[in-house]
DNA sequence: GTCTATAAGTCGATAGAC
DNA sequence: GTCTATCGACTTATAGAC
């Protein structure tokens, strides 16, 4: 039996999360290192390693937590509801959580540019089937005429593209918008996009 | 004075860039290892250091390579030209590469992810130039009327985003449409959402 | 040009004192 | 729970034989 967590576990073990984020999110998982992460998240490496039994444990903590929440906005668009509305309102939430986790957005992005290695079965079974079942939601739309006929498939990946891209490249974004702030622009942007596209 | 490059040489030093693009682009410049280009290079480590002065040395060559092509698409981009035409042109072309050489893709992907320690001085010197003029080219078009009023630097995202997400997240892709081949239906796809965008 | 051998440093992880 | 010390493997790069 293990005791409950104390607030120094606890707050060590947030500490450990945050800091691998950090590292793991800019170097992905080989390029990242455990002194990196030791120190960001100020505790000895030999200290961290008495909370995460090794490097591997942290970050599949990290991509666990991540993948749960990572679905979430494409499970909730509803098939009962208005077409354009859902989509545009998925578009919205996946943009929202560019601008609130990009850490979250770029660990997921250094993990397939690896190949995947670790979630590439999660990503055959679960995602395929949600977007399966996503897709056929939107190609009844179609068929139905209730919004244009495009391929529902390339849909969901263009507002994955669009989104993410604002959170994975942000370092080019700023480069180019200089103290502009993307976001909003964007919102706009995207707004007018799939209305245009979608409008039958 | 250096002697001109055998056919050896030659073909050594395409051999290592090879290699290097194929482990660079995967895992970015920490995260790789001399053992493993060397590996695919099928030579030793040694050897090809003889070649190349430092691993450092290997990835400004593939860097310097991948610049030289990578802004030319939207270099074309020609303001006496039509609007749309032109627009939907540059989008096919971006495409283009990134079904033609996604590892070149993947490694400025990870070159961005991990915060462009190498070239961000680049991005904000030529990339931001060479964009604010295109822009500025685009944003005449819909003062105009030529096109729709659309953020011309969004659309610049945009096409980048639609384009390189096809090369940096062919696994997750290729995950979700199993077997059947991406590029054909992105190339309709890109057609259609750009030609409404863009249609005043 | 290509190899073996190795230097010099970093990596993940463990041992054991406190 | 946290530390210092350290092991053994790995990593970049060099030396020197052939």
Request: net charge neutral; no cysteine.
């Amino acid at each position: 039996m293990t005791k409950p967590a104390t607030r120094i576990q606890k707050r060590n073990q947030a500490a450990i999360l945050s800091a691998g984020l950090d590292i793991f999110s800019q170097y992905g998982f080989r390029g990242s290192t455990l002194d990196q992460i030791a120190d960001a998240a100020g505790l000895s490496k030999p200290n961290l390693l008495y909370y995460f039994s090794s490097k591997e444990a942290i970050h599949a903590a990290l991509l666990d937590r991540l993948l749960a929440d990572w679905l979430d906005p494409l499970q909730a668009l509803d098939a009962q509801g208005d077409p354009v509305r859902e989509i545009l309102a998925y578009a919205k939430r996946k943009l929202a959580l560019s601008k609130d986790y990009p850490r979250e957005s770029r660990l997921f992005a250094n993990e397939i540019l690896q190949g995947a290695p670790r979630i590439e079965s999660i990503l055959r079974h679960d995602l395929k089937a949600l977007v399966d079942e996503k897709a056929a939601v939107i190609q009844g739309w179609a068929d139905a005429g209730k919004i244009a006929p495009v391929d529902p498939y390339h849909l969901i990946f263009s507002i994955w593209a669009l989104t993410q891209h604002y959170a994975d490249f942000d370092v080019q974004v700023r480069a180019v918008l200089g103290d502009r702030a993307p976001y909003d622009g964007a919102a706009v942007f995207l707004d007018m996009l799939y209305r245009k596209l979608l409008t039958p």
